[in-house]
């Protein structure tokens, strides 16, 4: 784990799993919620990307949009929630 990433907590609630991942801190939160969707086929819609998003707590925030995952302040322990 470098400076350029971070490990989080992906929470999948419906699914009723947790994953440990280690995801990058300079992409955007669009290109994360499009890469999460691929990996664990959450089943978002994203072909209207303005509407996509993912919840994260520590902080809290709703990650969508160009912000980076930096700016967005996600940190090592942060928790991301999928809840659809």
């Known amino acids: 784990?470098?400076?350029?990433?971070?490990?989080?907590?992906l929470n999948m609630h419906k699914r009723n799993i947790s994953a440990d991942i280690e995801i990058p801190l300079d992409i955007?939160?669009?290109?994360?919620v499009v890469a999460l969707n691929a990996a664990y086929e959450l089943g978002?819609?994203?072909s209207d990307i303005k509407r996509c998003y993912l919840k994260s707590e520590?902080?809290?925030a709703l990650i969508k949009g160009g912000k980076t995952l930096r700016q967005l302040g996600i940190h090592n322990g942060s928790f991301i929630n999928f809840t659809e």
């Open 28 to 32: 955007s939160a669009n290109e994360l």
């Open 44 to 46: 978002i819609d994203t």
């Open 58 to 60: 520590n902080p809290i």
């Open 1 to 9: 784990m470098g400076h350029n990433t971070v490990n989080v907590i």
